[in-house]
């Protein structure tokens, strides 16, 4: 075994011996039929079904109640970064493909429509806002889109800030904070090769008067800066490559003293996220530190592992999925109707390699406990 690899894993025991009491999320395991690199970023729908979405033109609908999977291929050349389901509507957004996909789930047909910009590149939506209205993050060239899901029509939104957050090399998302009744439009860059990704700061967008109301430039470190005094007026955002969460109190208006999470450049070198329940903050782990081979010494791939961090008590924990002649890259995670999922691929080869492009068995791993009798 890898050196570095080992040294994680010890220092990932360690870690959830030493976990702070409390409530402790229960997961169970469920294959499912579907074999991928990995399932990309899921939704749930009224009826209580998940969709995923993927690269290989196909999004799928899982049951977590029963484990059952429907496969439904699109009709289009497209990959499905996000599966966003709004009603009856399945929203897939296809990245660089030129339009939005809609799949109706009751007459089970799909139809395109136009985005309001002219090279849309779009891989992720907000949730419904008011009950009508999500935003996408176009990286392509508008920027900002607020999507009517009534009418099925865009409008773009004018970014007045420099840096601009759209062009090459340009990675962002916006934020739906309900607790500010506001987005947050974020976006990075990509610096030279090994230099990775340069966060540029935060936008707010009041949605009461569709306004951007403050830039909140990212800060180069923390000197000088306090801790966070209050989790409920504060975002968390990893600071992707730095093994570092950097906390913004909305209320305060202002940068907090950044935390440190355990086991940067040993466990994990990325963190994506995060996908927030009940309060907790858990966050995806990738061992990319700004090179094709990882902190691990392979090249690199999503962990087997995802971090939970409590803003109460201001601990990490990490959730380790171990399973015996199998490797479970996790990259997306969900909270919906009181429970928590992800999604997992096996990039584990017969001789002991990683390969993080494999078409692996997929599960989902899950607090949701199966009902074998409501399985169809």
């Known amino acids: 075994m890898n050196g570095k690899l080992r040294c994680a894993i010890c220092l990932l025991v360690a870690m959830a011996s030493a976990a702070p009491a409390g409530e402790k999320l229960e997961l169970s395991v469920v294959p499912v039929p579907v074999r991928s690199y990995r399932l990309l970023s899921m939704t749930m729908d009224d009826d209580g079904y998940i969709w995923a979405g993927s690269t290989h033109q196909v999004i799928h609908r899982y049951d977590p109640r029963t484990a059952d999977v429907k496969n439904i291929p699109l009709p289009y050349p497209s990959a ?16 660089q493909y030129a339009k939005l996909i809609i799949y109706h789930r009751e007459t089970e047909k799909f139809q395109q429509v136009d985005y309001p910009s002219p090279k849309p590149n779009v891989w992720y939506a907000t949730p419904l806002v008011d009950g009508r ?7 392509g060239h508008v920027g900002l ?14 970014y007045p800030y420099n840096p601009a957050i759209v062009g090459a090399g340009l990675y962002g998302y916006v934020q739906y904070e309900p607790r500010d009744n506001a987005l947050y439009v974020s976006s990075a860059t990509i610096e030279d090769p090994g230099g990775g990704y340069k966060f540029h700061g935060f936008a707010r967008l009041d949605l009461k008067t569709e306004r951007f109301t403050g830039h909140y430039p990212f800060p180069a470190d923390d000197a000088g800066l306090q801790p966070y005094t209050d989790h409920k007026t504060t975002l968390f955002r990893p600071i992707t490559q730095a093994g570092k969460i950097a906390p913004f109190d909305f209320q305060q208006k202002r940068w907090c003293k950044f935390i440190d999470v355990p086991g940067h450049s040993t466990l994990f070198g990325f963190m994506g996220g995060p996908t927030v329940h009940n309060g907790r903050y858990y966050f995806s782990l990738s061992t990319y530190d700004g090179d094709s081979i990882g902190c691990d010494g392979k090249p690199y791939h999503f962990c087997n592992a995802i971090a939970q961090f409590d803003p109460v008590s201001r601990k990490f924990e990490f959730l380790t999925l171990d399973r015996k002649g199998a490797y479970h890259q ?5 909270s919906a109707r009181g429970h928590f999922y992800a999604s997992g691929s096996n990039i584990l080869e017969a001789d002991g390699s990683l390969v993080r492009d494999r078409k692996g068995e997929v599960l989902f791993w899950q607090t949701q406990k199966l009902n074998p009798q409501k399985r169809k």
């Open 80 to 95: 499905a970064a996000s599966c966003v389901c709004v009603g009856d509507k399945v929203y897939v957004l296809g990245q």
């Open 133 to 139: 209205h999500m935003y996408f993050f176009d990286r």
């Open 145 to 158: 889109i607020k999507w009517d899901t009534l009418t099925d029509t865009g409008k773009p939104i004018s």
């Open 330 to 334: 996790i990259a997306y995670t969900l």
